[in-house]
């Protein structure tokens, strides 16, 4: 199962208002894991970066001029996601941007049920307690003391750590989910259409002669409305 763990950095709070997505990082898992594979992208917004979003992120409009727009990313941007889930804190947030975005430049937008939020996760699984990605941190030892500012691909590496804890742990299934069974006698891997089939014999029984004998006279002493009498 791959999934794409995602954050973008704005402008400000509303695309409908004129503000634009300056930053997007993503981090690629794989069953749960991390496979090492990224996507990392500074975007020139086309406008002036507000004082109050440049103290959370620290992207200003020295630094963002020489970088590509939107339209020159988007495609490289939908090749690294593909069809993956979308694991994102405030997905709402996130999605409304990049898909005003990708409409700007007239690609194909994301669909909602693709989203993963972990902010709804964390509220569900500890109402009343605060759910911001650094509580979270607090919450489960994640570290995060590099983020001194918000970073798209930081945050996402550290949300990536937090969204594992939230499913209980680095290797929720263990790391079997795509292992193939393997015969005990040559050690290769079965093939893929292999089907389970009765035993060529069936198991002695477990029970001793003494216990039938005892559950067979339970029966008897139940009457016919036992289950035992019954057949499916």
């Given at each position: ?20 997505i ?15 594979r ?24 020295d ?7 939107f ?25 409304k ?28 699984k ?5 759910a911001?990605?650094d509580a979270l ?9 590099a ?8 945050d996402?590496e550290?949300?990536?750590e ?6 209980g ?31 060529p ?8 002669a ?20 019954k057949?499916?």
């Amino acid at each position: 199962m791959r999934e794409i763990v995602l954050d973008t950095e704005t402008t400000g709070f509303e695309p409908s208002e004129g503000h634009r997505i300056v930053e997007i990082g993503a981090v690629e898992l794989f069953n749960h894991m991390p496979t090492g594979r990224t996507y990392h992208q500074y975007i020139n917004p086309e406008r002036s970066v507000p004082k109050e979003a440049f103290e959370v992120h620290g992207l200003g409009d020295d630094f963002l001029r020489d970088k590509p727009v939107f339209r020159d990313i988007g495609r490289a941007f939908l090749d690294f996601i593909g069809d993956a889930k979308l694991v994102i804190h405030n997905a709402a947030f996130d999605i409304k941007f990049l898909n005003f975005e990708l409409k700007l430049v007239g690609m194909p937008t994301i669909d909602w049920p693709r989203a993963i939020d972990t902010l709804a996760i964390s509220r569900q699984k500890f109402p009343g307690s605060p759910a911001s990605l650094d509580a979270l941190c607090r919450r489960f030892g994640v570290d995060n003391s590099a983020r001194e500012k918000h970073g798209a691909l930081l945050d996402s590496e550290i949300l990536a750590e937090v969204y594992l804890e939230l499913i209980g742990g680095r290797q929720p299934d263990f790391g079997l989910a795509n292992q193939p069974a393997k015969n005990a006698a040559s050690g290769s891997a079965q093939s893929d259409d292999w089907r389970p089939r009765p035993r060529p014999e069936p198991l002695p029984p477990r029970i001793s002669a003494d216990e039938a004998a005892a559950h067979a006279a339970l029966v008897a002493k139940l009457g016919a409305a036992a289950l035992w009498t019954k057949r499916a």
